[in-house]
């Protein structure tokens, strides 16, 4: 009877062991490629230049992007040089300030193709409504050049 209590025990931390193994062992870079399909796709942004100026904001899963504004349109590739989980405050399309806080997935990206940006910080999240949306800077080495505000996704 000793020996069958053994037996169950070492079975049941056999199995605990084996499975956190299986957890641990993952591929790291598969969530990472399925977190990049959530920012695919087109956004129209709003907030920061104007309430009721639409800018379009496309990325390809190609590794191309195409930055739609009034004046230009600036077509290049981007590069994903790292993600985390942070936080971004987010601009308030009625009261017209910066604030609230959300937490984020920041996709940080070599980008190409403008003179005045070349980097990407893409903040993706999920609005209280259920909405995806994206926050998203330039900048320029390591100086923020601008927040573009919130970017909804077109449907």
Not at 18 to 26: A, I, K
Not at 109 to 132: C, E, I, K, R, T
Request: net charge negative.
């Amino acid at each position: 009877m000793k020996g069958a209590k053994i037996f169950s025990t070492m079975l049941a931390v056999l199995i605990a062991a084996m499975g956190v193994g299986f957890t641990s062992c993952r591929d790291n870079k598969e969530p990472e490629e399925d977190s990049l399909r959530l920012i695919i796709g087109k956004w129209t942004l709003r907030g920061a230049q104007s309430f009721y100026s639409n800018y379009d904001l496309e990325f390809i899963e190609d590794g191309t992007y195409s930055y739609v504004t009034e004046n230009e349109t600036i077509n290049g590739n981007y590069k994903i040089t790292g993600t985390e989980k942070t936080t971004c405050d987010i601009f308030n399309l009625w009261t017209g300030e910066y604030g609230e806080t959300i937490d984020a997935t920041l996709y940080k990206m070599l980008a190409s193709g403008s003179n005045v940006f070349d980097q990407l910080w893409v903040y993706y999240y999920v609005s209280a409504y259920g909405y995806s949306q994206l926050v998203v800077h330039l900048y320029s080495g390591n100086e923020l050049v601008q927040k573009l505000g919130v970017c909804i996704r077109d449907r």
